[in-house]
């Protein structure tokens, strides 16, 4: 074994080259399955002499062919990719690989599911399908053709719009830019609960929802939570649905909860079926939830996605936030905020104070795969929902208005997302960013001395500390967000009546310990 290395974030340089378009051509079999890339590059035109040579992810592939503009090219072959020499500055690359998903374990890539192929590719799964810039910073426009066996196989589904189906082979076009990690691919003998919504815009969308047959009238509820989560984001967020088609698979075999894949989400089974005789009300809210959550991201992560795996957060603690709201929105806010906290105190704050803190943006790691952490998840939804206690609904919309007219069909940093909040409201966020590269809970100080306020934190971060103020019958008297900053602050309540009593950190306004 080879020593594992580890990838650091300062080191982030943009590709020497990047994609127009990539057209997959997948062949499935019982033994084997064979996968042709046509993939053009060209050279970044915003890197300074780029060099002529690239290197293309890969593993666990069998190479069969390969062929630049036709002929024969200069490469050498790697454990972990395929070196390419003597490039031109604008080619198209041919690549057969064989690969075997038929005995693929390891949940990543192409693999079978109870007799069925599906795709696992966030965060490094599509290396293990063909030789590519395997990175979310570099974006194209996928045509995906799929040929199997139409006995075993008769649904063939992938990103986008449907081009072209027949029996035994069928065509998918995705017209929006994206990395490959948002590449899905699902081939099975599956039954489908069919739906539409139409958008405000007035474009009618297909909603369908593949499951084993045998799981067919499970569906329901998950059906009308996906029509719940269109609608809600175009209430409160102002954002449609950019496909014609959009399609959820369950499978039973997956790793995490679902995968937000362009216009195809992957469910594990679990957060898609619900018998309604044994189904609790919780569980009925966790699907409701984890749909929404997938759905959001197609605009948090899809429509605008992450410049390398450091900037996680950037869509998971947004899209967090966001499938907070959306709960929040239709059932019991308050309870929906208790549920969250409780498991945010109880999970990562113990997650922050052991072996395994680490900043809801990291500065190295080895496998990314372990950084799908509650720390990026739930506390970088936290650090959203601090800047949007600090600017409000309206400003959080504005800021996130101008984050998607800057940004769409990009990849970018956790910094873009912050900076487009703070131009779009004039609110310094300098002091704000210790919460995405400190890990660890901070423990704020409150001292009161008759009703003038001293509050101390260890480090100089900025963040919204709720109040409420109440009489000795226990009548509001006032309420509020302070803004806390630097390492100590004094707040005036000599107005008040010697003895009132505070209520600190409501709704819990910030991720912190309070110490009295
Ligand atoms: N991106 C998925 C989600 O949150 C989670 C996931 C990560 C699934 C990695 C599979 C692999 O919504
Ligand atoms: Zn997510």
């Not at 423990?443 to 103020?469: C, H, M, W």
């Not at 100590?488 to 991720?511: T, V, Y």
Request: charged residues 25%.
């Amino acid at each position: 074994m080879s020593k594992p290395e580890a990838i650091y974030r300062q080191d982030y340089q943009p590709s020497d080259y990047l994609i127009h378009t990539t057209e997959l051509s997948f062949e499935l079999f019982e033994n084997e399955t064979l996968v042709t890339a046509k993939v053009h590059y060209y050279q970044n035109p915003k890197v300074k002499n780029p060099p002529n040579s690239l290197f293309l992810n890969g593993k666990n592939l069998e190479l069969i062919e390969i062929l630049i503009d036709g002929f024969q090219p200069d490469y050498q072959l790697k454990n972990d990719g395929l070196q390419l020499k003597n490039l031109p500055a604008d080619f198209v690359l041919e690549i057969t690989t064989k690969i075997h998903p038929e005995t693929n374990t390891s949940l990543n890539g192409l693999y079978k599911t109870s007799g069925n192929f599906c795709t696992q590719c966030e965060a490094h799964g599509f290396r293990q399908i063909t030789y590519y810039l395997d990175r979310p910073d570099v974006l194209s426009v996928f045509t995906t053709r799929i040929t199997a066996d139409f006995k075993r196989y008769p649904i063939l589904l992938s990103n986008g719009n449907l081009l072209e189906n027949q029996p035994g082979t069928a065509t998918w076009f995705d017209p929006h830019p994206k990395p490959c990690y948002l590449f899905a691919l699902v081939a099975g003998d599956l039954a489908v609960l069919q739906d539409t919504f139409t958008t405000k815009s007035g474009a009618e969308v297909a909603l369908k929802i593949y499951v084993e047959k045998h799981n067919i009238s499970k569906t329901k509820f998950a059906m009308e939570s996906l029509k719940r989560a269109f609608a809600w984001d175009e209430r409160r967020f102002g954002l449609e649905y950019d496909l014609e088609i959009y399609m959820i698979v369950a499978v039973d075999d997956f790793n995490m909860g679902a995968m937000e894949n362009k216009g195809l989400n992957i469910f594990n089974s679990k957060y898609v079926l619900a018998n309604p005789d044994t189904a609790t009300d919780s569980d009925f809210i966790n699907i409701e939830a984890v749909i929404g959550h997938e759905y959001f991201h197609n605009w948090t992560g899809n429509r605008v996605t992450c410049q390398d795996w450091f900037q996680l957060s950037l869509k998971e603690g947004l899209t967090v936030f966001r499938d907070q709201e959306f709960t929040s929105d239709l059932h019991a806010r308050s309870i929906k905020r208790i549920t969250d906290v409780k498991a945010l105190r109880t999970l990562q704050f113990a997650e922050d104070s052991g072996p395994m803190a680490h900043p809801v943006r990291p500065e190295s790691y080895i496998e990314m795969n372990n950084f799908y952490t509650m720390t990026v998840y739930e506390k970088g939804a936290e650090v959203v929902r601090m800047i949007h206690t600090l600017l409000g609904e309206a400003g959080f919309q504005r800021g996130l208005k101008l984050y998607f007219q800057r940004y769409d069909g990009q990849a970018v940093t956790i910094d873009d997302f912050v900076e487009a909040m703070s131009e779009a409201n004039n609110f310094d966020f300098a002091d704000f960013m210790a919460w995405y590269s400190t890990s660890g809970t901070p423990q704020i100080r409150i001292k009161n001395s008759a009703n003038k306020i001293t509050i101390s934190q260890p480090d100089e971060r900025l963040f919204p500390l709720k109040y409420g103020v109440l009489d000795c019958e226990g009548s509001e008297l006032e309420s509020g967000v302070l803004i806390m900053k630097g390492k100590q602050k004094q707040f005036d309540f000599s107005h008040l009546p010697a003895d009132c009593r505070f209520s600190w950190l409501r709704d819990f306004s910030a991720p912190v310990k309070l110490k009295p």
